[in-house]
Nanobody, 123 residues
Framework: QVQLVESGGGLVQPGGSLRLSCATS????????IGWFRQAPGKEREGVSC????????FYADSVKGRFTISRDNAKNTVYLQMNSLKPEDTAVYYC????????????????WGQGTQVTVSS
């Protein structure tokens, strides 16, 4: 069955870095676009970044542009989100999701989601 499993979250100080991984199985990653989303307590889910099928095209929310980098290794069935210069407002549960249609930061265009990984930025 289709699965996306996030890992790499944790507690980090402001200014620190984390790399999230999204391990996929049950489908051919090469055929799909992948996005990263986040949801903080009491807030709506927010699109963070997305990447096209071969990794040649990426998009970022303005709030993370210049600090986060999305990448993918289709041979390893994994998508990454490198997060640098983290801020307390980056604290959220981070999700990866699969999109059959294209690159998008709109959640309802994605058909399968992971369970999420918690990222906490605090001193």
């Amino acid at each position: 069955q289709v699965q996306l499993v996030e890992s790499g979250g944790g507690l980090v100080q402001p200014g620190g870095s984390l790399r999230l991984s999204c391990a996929t199985s049950g489908f051919t990653l090469d055929y799909y676009y992948i996005g990263w989303f986040r949801q903080a307590p009491g807030k709506e889910r927010e699109g963070v970044s997305c990447i096209n099928k071969n990794g040649g095209s990426t998009f970022y929310a303005d709030s993370v542009k210049g600090r986060f980098t999305i990448s993918r290794d289709n041979a390893k069935n994994t998508v990454y989100l490198q997060m640098n210069s983290l801020k307390p407002e980056d604290t959220a549960v981070y999700y990866c999701a699969r999109n059959p249609y294209g690159t998008s930061l709109i959640a309802n265009t994605y058909d399968y989601w992971g369970q999420g990984t918690q990222v906490t930025v605090s001193s």
